[in-house]
């Protein structure tokens, strides 16, 4: 598969601060959610990747143009919604995200459509001819979602994009983040210290900390393999007849307290078949559950240090 | 597609020439300038010296008005020499600063104050071009009130005058081109710095005033204090002054021109320093935009 983004011993100095340190990774996803704290590279990454910082060594490609040479036709193909506040107060809603549509090269009257058609898109239709400056702080980040689509990027930039918002407006901007991503038209790349977000929105996730790699899953991946490792809570039954009996399945394994079993699946074996032998040894399947939260123990894998503690 | 269509869509339309999309800048600009009623009076209200001097070559050049008025000969009390041009562009000079002191904080400030700059930039767009798309507004409504009603005071000048008196003169028009241009390059940068630099449109607005009145008043403590004239070097009008002078009459100072900028043969320093000095104030205000333009500030 060609690679979204692939990062070649990139390395960037700030003053005389190392942020990025020689990074290597082929993003392929669709959708790509760059997680790490608070100061570990993600927002830097993403600028540089702009063309805002230069790269102190190496280089990245965007869907195979180099930043260093190709800067310009690079970022003709994204779409960049910021983290902080991003906006000219004292512009209308449709008449900015107009604007910046021209500037990515659409003519004015395509450039007019779209930036309405954006705004209904984003759910801010009816105030799109206010001024910015008047907005909520989550009209604001739609708005910043209206501009970074509007002229139909071929990768998309979203740099915390549910930061500050309510929950029903975090829920509203996951929505449209995954339309977005479900459409197929593009691939977004979202970064977040929200593993929620990036769980809800993202099928391959890099992590950075402290400016290095720390971690790079492919999360489709991981949820195949959690859909075959489940957790049962069993009662009734001839003692370990069940188990043997799933077990000649080809499932491997492992019993708890109370009737609790955790067992992988293996490939092509379906639940039902589980259900079934159960009937047969007349053993009551009270609870059965996929392995979650994978995403979080990556995470904290990630994050822990070499004598374990995080 | 219609409007209520709520749904995202790929765009794979036509695209503008990468080269024309600095103008989108100027453009928006304008739309929101034509908001102002102030400005579109007071831009519009600067043209009428430019029509005053025009009036003034119609009269000289037509005895029989003053005959009609009693006032025989009184046109022989108008000279249309380089002090005649020198205080038309003067004047229109003086007001362009005004000009530029009231839109020109208003270009970059409010791209900066919500770091709108970023955006700009994200997309297929240079500093330069930002920077390019920006001063072209002012170098426009400047070019407008300075040399373009000037150069018609001049071409109206030699069609009344005759070939003979445009050939003889021509210094004149390329003293007018050369220094209006020289004059708007300065102040537009120096607006378009201060406004960067300060982020609020009033404070830049004054600053650009600041920078103009303060400076000379620094200038002329300097030499007074120290007895010298090198204090005119922080004197932005006499700088230009200088040059100008030097662009309308050459070697050939007849004094006429300097005197309107208050630029003395006592208070003269060498004409090469003033060059230097402008360059200076270019290159620093040059220095102050590529520090601040910027689609993300790095604080070290």
């Known amino acids: ?83 902080n506040d991003s906006f000219v107060a004292s512009m209308s ?38 001024n910015l400056g008047t907005y909520s702080l989550g009209m604001k980040q739609s708005a910043k979602l209206a501009q970074a689509i509007a002229h139909g990027p071929k990768l998309l930039f979203l740099d915390e994009p549910t930061n500050g918002l309510d929950p029903p407006a975090r829920t509203r901007m996951i929505q449209l983040i995954q339309e977005i991503r479900d459409r197929g038209d593009l691939n977004l790349i979202l970064s977040s210290h929200l593993l929620r977000d990036v769980e809800e929105c993202c099928d391959q996730v890099l992590i ?44 491997e394994t492992a019993t708890g307290a109370q009737g609790r079993i955790k067992l992988i699946l293996p490939d092509g074996l379906e639940v039902r078949r589980l259900y079934e032998v159960a009937a047969q040894q007349d053993v009551q399947i009270r609870r059965l559950s996929h392995k979650r939260d994978s995403l979080e123990d990556i995470f904290l894998k990630a994050m822990e240090t070499a004598d374990g503690r995080l | 597609m219609a409007v209520y269509k709520k749904t995202y869509r790929p765009y794979d339309g036509s695209l503008t020439p990468s080269w024309s999309r600095f103008l989108v800048i100027p453009r928006y600009a304008f739309e929101d300038l034509q908001r102002s009623k102030f400005l579109t009076i007071f831009f519009w209200a600067s043209l009428i010296p430019p029509l005053v001097h025009a009036v003034l070559i119609y009269v000289q050049h037509n005895a029989s008005v003053f005959n009609l008025v009693g006032a025989q000969g009184a046109n022989r009390l108008i000279n249309i020499n380089v002090s005649f041009f020198l205080s038309a562009l003067g004047w229109q000079s003086m007001l362009a600063l005004f000009l530029a002191s009231f839109i020109g904080p208003g270009q970059v400030s409010p791209d ?38 000037c150069m018609l005071l001049f071409g109206y000048q030699g069609y009344m005058e005759g070939w003979d008196w445009t050939k003889a003169n021509m210094r004149f028009a390329s003293g007018i081109f050369f220094g209006s241009w020289i004059w708007i390059v300065i102040l537009s940068l120096l607006a378009l710095a201060l406004s960067a630099w300060v982020k609020w449109k009033p404070a830049a607005g004054g600053l650009i005033f600041g920078v103009f009145f303060v400076a000379a008043g620094f200038g002329a403590t300097i030499n007074g204090v120290q007895r010298t004239t090198w204090g005119n070097l922080f004197n932005i009008r006499f700088l230009i002054g200088s040059v100008w002078v030097w662009l309308f009459e050459g070697n050939a100072n007849t004094s006429g021109g300097a005197t309107f900028f208050g630029s003395s043969q006592a208070d003269a320093v060498p004409l090469w320093c003033c060059w230097a000095a402008l360059a200076t104030l270019c290159a620093i205000c040059l220095y102050m935009l590529a520090r601040k333009i910027r689609g993300m500030e790095v604080v070290r």
Do not use: Q
Not at chain 2, 119 to 146: D, H, N, Q
């Open chain 1, 1 to 83: 598969m060609d690679s979204v983004i692939e990062l070649d011993d990139l390395e960037v100095r700030l003053g005389s601060r190392t942020i990025l340190k020689k990074l290597k990774a082929s993003l392929t996803g669709r959708s790509i959610g760059l997680l790490g704290p608070n100061g570990a590279g993600k927002s830097t990454l993403l600028n540089t990747l702009l063309g805002f910082h230069k790269p102190s060594s190496g280089t990245a490609r965007i869907l195979g143009r180099d930043i260093r040479t190709h800067a310009r036709e690079v970022r003709s193909l994204i779409g960049y919604m910021p983290e």
């Open chain 1, 93 to 130: 809603g449709v008449h900015f995200v107009r604007m910046m549509a021209e500037l990515s090269g659409l003519p004015g009257e395509h450039a007019l459509e779209r930036a309405h058609e954006a705004f209904f898109y984003v759910g801010l239709g009816e105030v799109r001819y206010r």
């Open chain 1, 208 to 251: 950075l900390k402290d400016g290095n790699v720390a971690a790079f899953c492919n999360l489709e991946e991981e949820r195949r393999s959690n859909r075959r490792f489940l957790e049962l809570e069993t009662r009734g039954g001839v003692n370990g007849s069940f188990l043997e009996s799933v077990e000649k399945l080809g499932c």
């Open chain 2, 112 to 149: 900066l104050a919500n770091n709108g700059l970023a955006l700009y930039l994200a997309r297929p767009f240079s500093r330069v071009e930002y920077v390019l798309g920006k001063m072209s507004v002012l170098l426009i409504l400047l070019s407008i009130m300075t040399w373009i009603p």
